[in-house]
């Protein structure tokens, strides 16, 4: 089974500094996909970014990118020039791809501090 | 376009009792899953329906089901709830089932349960 591990419950930074979430996944599958979620106070969750497993080069979004290390099973998030509008829970999931749900981690709730 | 509407927003009942929850999803899509999300269990998959089928199910009790119906809304059922069943359940809509993979997956604001 998959598992996704957020090992960070509660992370803060100053508006316009960057902050990196960490998440690490357990998976025996070669073919897959890691995501960043977004919940923000009106809990509504909205896809930040999305990596396929067989791509090298890192996704990036704005100013949202990750750090993806295949062997190390490493999926960290990185926001920068953070506004007050980042202040949500992140979560970062994982799929592989056909018929089968998202795996969650249990979230990192960011705050940004003016 | 309207986005997954989800049905009721609060609600609180008591042990014992039964839930029904309703999701209705983006107009098009065809395929509903459910999620229930709790701070010491983070999001946890409950089932998806396509096409009035359920196709996936999660590790919950029995106690929890769901339908579809010919519409594409989904109402989900929790009956002899526990206090362990507060949650906030999210309900996610796409035009295919499995596009978790995707990314083209589009949640609700969820409906907030409290069991007393």
């Known amino acids: 089974a998959q598992t996704v591990t957020q090992s960070q419950p509660e992370m803060s930074v100053q508006e316009a500094e960057t902050v990196t979430l960490s998440c690490t996944y357990d998976?025996?599958?070669?073919?897959?996909?890691l995501f960043w979620y977004k919940q923000p106070p009106s809990r509504q969750m909205i896809l930040v970014i999305r990596?396929?497993?067989?791509?090298?080069q890192n996704a990036t979004e704005n100013r949202f990118s990750v750090n993806f290390q295949k062997a190390a099973k490493s999926f960290s998030l990185k926001i920068s020039d953070s506004q007050l509008g980042d202040t949500a829970m992140y979560f970062c999931?994982?799929?592989?791809?056909?018929?089968?749900?998202?795996?969650f981690g249990k979230g990192t709730r960011l705050s940004v501090i003016a | 376009k309207a986005g997954v509407t989800q049905t009721p927003r609060y609600l609180i009942k008591t042990r014992g009792q039964q839930v029904t929850l309703s999701c209705s999803p983006i107009?098009?899509?065809?395929?509903v899953s459910w999620y229930q999300q709790t701070p010491g269990q983070g999001l946890q998959f409950l089932f998806e329906?396509?096409?009035?089928?359920?196709?996936n199910k999660g590790n919950f009790p029995g106690r929890f089901s769901g339908r579809q119906f010919s519409n594409s809304r989904s109402e989900m059922n929790v009956s002899t709830l526990e206090l362990g069943d507060s949650a906030l359940y999210l309900c996610a809509s796409s035009y295919l089932p499995g596009q978790g993979s995707t990314g083209e997956l589009f949640f609700g604001e969820g409906s907030r349960l409290t069991v007393l």
């Open positions: 990596q396929e497993a067989y791509k090298q």
């Open positions: 107009s098009g899509h065809r395929s």
């Open positions: 998976t025996s599958e070669n073919n897959y996909y």
């Open positions: 999931a994982f799929a592989v791809s056909g018929n089968t749900p998202l795996v």
């Open positions: 329906y396509f096409s009035e089928t359920q196709r």
